[in-house]
């Protein structure tokens, strides 16, 4: 599992490197004929690494159901993300990733509850949920790449 965390703690890396390059309005931007923006699809992938890894393993999630109700499955950005949401997800994309490699390490997660994702994939145990993570968050930096693609157009 340790190129697994080490592939996650590569990729969260990349994504506070986006939110430290661009402004706010940049982070908000929907281009159009997309349906979310660079800090959408930041606090996506939290809400679903806690699904995936916590809820799935029987476990609370250690982020409020709230984060998680606004970036789950099927939402959309429906107002501006403040700068004190952008300051929160930034602080959740290393938050997260150290409190789960620490309850990895303890043993908590001790059950799982098999999971079919929406691309195909079933998730049988927790090293599944964890790979699976990473190519989640693959996925949607991909997004966010295109929608920078579209903010540079802008500058």
Do not use: C
């Not at 990733?97 to 990895?104: G, R």
Request: charged fraction near 20%; avoid cysteine.
């Amino acid at each position: 599992m340790e190129t697994t965390f080490s592939i996650w703690k590569t990729s969260r890396s990349i994504y506070l490197n986006f939110l430290n390059s661009y402004t706010l309005e940049q982070l908000n931007y929907i281009p159009e004929g997309m349906s979310n923006n660079i800090i959408w699809n930041m606090g996506h992938i939290i809400a679903a690494q806690q699904g995936l890894v916590y809820r799935l393993s029987g476990l609370t999630p250690i982020i409020s159901e709230t984060f998680i109700d606004k970036y789950k499955n099927g939402s959309k950005p429906d107002e501006l993300t403040t700068q004190e949401e952008v300051n929160e997800i930034k602080a959740l994309l290393t938050s997260t990733l150290d409190q789960t490699l620490v309850d990895y390490e303890e043993g908590k997660f001790k059950n799982y509850q098999e999971y079919q994702t929406k691309t195909g994939f079933l998730l049988k145990n927790l090293e599944d949920a964890l790979q699976f993570n990473n190519y989640h968050e693959g996925i949607h930096l991909g997004f966010i790449m295109k929608i920078k693609k579209y903010i540079e157009l802008l500058i």
